[in-house]
């Protein structure tokens, strides 16, 4: 039975944790409550204890169950994370990183999803920080069930209260189910740039900086699936759960992947690789001087394209970053290299592509749809990338058993 552990924080709506509690243990889950001290000031920790049948963890420093040190053993146990009623303040905590009491050390140290059902009076809620805070949590993966609309305790009405216990409980089990849907798929992906040397300290590079790869490797991680990651030079942190791979060069990159194309189900060409080398490396950094320079430049086999051409049962997503007639170009690219699907973004644009942490993609399938993403966090457009790729699966092992 899923595992839930039910964080609780200082709002008024503290008590409807209770009904929250009482919903999801009646849908077969085991839960435990971690309290903050405030939302023990609004409901008794011996309600919640009495309600789950398990201890109520509040303080690090205070076990819940003896010999255990529950900040790591629940954090690990646990199959979600759900913070309901979640607080502008928790939110900030959560946001920053902090680890000061039993829910935010938990929150700290879980690989579960995490789900947030907030409770604020509606200026808290639109307050800029709330909101930036909410941005920053949607961008690692964290996923806000909306407050609704009405009138608050203090009398002020607007958004603000939390989600109804029903809409709670329903995003619960749409986030386990979703969490397995890639179970046992082996999902490999590229991400980053690739370094082109010219000589010892000099290189070709471009302005890929892995974002959008690595938003998708943890994405499909979130799902359930064993993800192999081969990254270009990048500044960023791979997820703890993938098999690195790190290469600099177009070909490093190539011979990762013919290495590891043949244990995929499913291929996902992030990284923006280098279409040319320079023809040869320089032993020695070139110097100074007055004569001009001419780099001859050799064309990097094309590794989407060769790989695509093999796939058999694998499922093969491109991306194309383009600067003019995107949609066209990029439905060109799909059909060329026989991919399933194509996400495809108009560099040009500022909030979009390379660097920044938002994104506005369009998906290309092979049937011809194209489906428009609005402007998004990178986490959000990996979160609908690796949904189309898990209904792709499923619809693939359909057809395979309607035919045996
Ligand atoms: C009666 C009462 C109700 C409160 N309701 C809320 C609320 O709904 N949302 C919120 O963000 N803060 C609310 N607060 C303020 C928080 O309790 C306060 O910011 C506290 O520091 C939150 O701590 P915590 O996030 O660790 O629980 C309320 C305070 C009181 C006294």
């Given amino acids: ?21 009482r919903e999801l243990m009646r849908a077969g889950h085991t839960v435990r409550v971690a309290m903050t001290r405030a939302a023990t000031r609004l409901v008794s920790p011996d309600t919640f204890a009495a309600l789950t049948g398990n201890p109520v963890a509040i303080d690090v420093f205070d076990e819940p169950e ?37 829910l935010t050390t938990i929150a700290l140290a879980t690989r579960a999803p995490m789900l947030i059902a907030p409770a604020m009076n509606p200026a808290m809620w639109t307050h800029p920080a709330t909101q930036a805070h909410v941005q920053t949590l949607q961008a690692r993966g964290v996923e ?3 407050p609704a609309y009405g009138v608050m305790a203090c009398g002020d009405e607007g958004w603000g209260k939390i989600a109804d216990t029903a809409t709670i409980v329903q995003a619960v089990a749409r986030r386990l189910l979703s969490a397995r849907d890639l179970e046992g798929v082996r999902v490999l992906v590229t991400a980053g740039p690739t370094y082109e040397p010219i000589d010892p300290v000099r290189f070709i590079g471009n302005r890929s900086s892995g974002k959008m790869g690595y938003a998708v490797a943890e994405a499909a991680i979130a799902h359930g699936a064993q993800v192999t990651l081969i990254t270009g030079p990048t500044m960023l942190t791979p997820p703890a759960q993938a098999q690195v791979i790190r290469v600099q060069t177009a070909l490093q990159m190539y011979e990762a992947v013919q290495n590891e194309f ?55 997503i491109g991306f194309a970053a383009e600067t003019d007639k ?10 060329r290299k026989n991919l399933d699907l194509i ?37 959000e457009c990996a979160e609908r ?14 057809h395979t058993n309607s035919q045996e």
């Avoid at 590794?303 to 796939?311: M, N, P, S």
Wanted: hydrophobic letters at 45%; one cysteine or more; proline letters at 5%.
């Fill in 326 to 335: 995107a949609i066209i170009r990029a439905k060109n690219k799909l059909l």
């Fill in 66 to 102: 003896s010999g255990q040190i529950a900040h790591i053993r629940w954090a690990q146990d646990a199959d979600l994370v759900l913070i309901a009623p979640a607080t502008a303040h928790t939110i900030a905590r959560l946001a920053f990183g902090l680890a000061d009491d039993m």
């Fill in 385 to 398: 990338l690796i949904q189309a790729l898990a209904a792709m699966m499923e619809r693939k092992v359909r």
């Fill in 262 to 316: 043949a244990q995929c189900d499913a291929f996902i060409a992030t990284a923006a690789v280098a279409d040319y080398r320079p023809e040869r490396t320089l032993p020695k950094k070139r110097k100074r001087d007055t004569q001009s320079w001419t780099l001859n430049l050799v064309p990097n086999p094309d590794i989407l394209g060769e790989v695509a051409q093999r796939k058999e049962h694998r499922i093969v």
């Fill in 144 to 146: 806000f069930i909306s």
């Fill in 1 to 21: 039975m899923p595992n839930i552990l039910l964080g609780v924080s200082g709002s008024i709506a503290a008590y409807r944790a209770c009904d929250i509690a």
């Fill in 343 to 379: 996400a495809v973004n108009d560099v040009m644009e500022p909030d979009s592509g390379f660097e920044v942490d938002t994104n506005r993609l369009s998906f290309i399938f092979a049937n011809g749809r194209v489906e428009n993403l609005p402007l998004m966090s990178k986490r």
